[in-house]
């Protein structure tokens, strides 16, 4: 955890009557917004996360890198989404679920490149 000062964050819940809703990230530095869409189903099905890539040509063609993951539920940043019951999280929350968003952006690189070698082969 950074030696900074753990700052609590709130966010309201999502009107029970909201079939979109738009959410600003309150934390200083993302600025991320999203329309939030309430779900067609409740089948349980797991919500997805987001991969971002970046094309790229090497001597073998074009590649994608992967340049950032978005965890289910939370944004860019790593700050939780609201949902239908207010959300309370800290900095050190928003700190874990970057550090997670980056193993896994390592995790999809491999795929990515596994892919991309048994394409050549």
Request: charged residues 25%; glycine residues 6%.
């Amino acid at each position: 955890m950074s030696a900074e000062i753990n700052v609590v964050y709130w966010l309201d819940p999502i009107p029970s009557n909201a079939s979109e809703h738009l959410h600003k990230c309150p934390v200083p530095g993302c600025g991320h917004e999203m329309i939030l869409r309430s779900r067609d189903s409740d089948d349980g099905s797991p919500e997805v996360g987001a991969v971002a890539y970046r094309p790229e040509f090497n001597e073998n063609g074009e590649t994608r890198t992967v340049v950032n993951v978005r965890l289910p539920g939370m944004c860019w940043c790593g700050a939780p989404l609201p949902e239908d019951k207010q959300v309370v999280f800290l900095t050190s929350d928003i700190e874990e679920n970057r550090e997670m968003a980056i193993r896994m952006m390592a995790d999809y690189q491999k795929l990515v490149d596994q892919n991309a070698t048994g394409a050549i082969a």
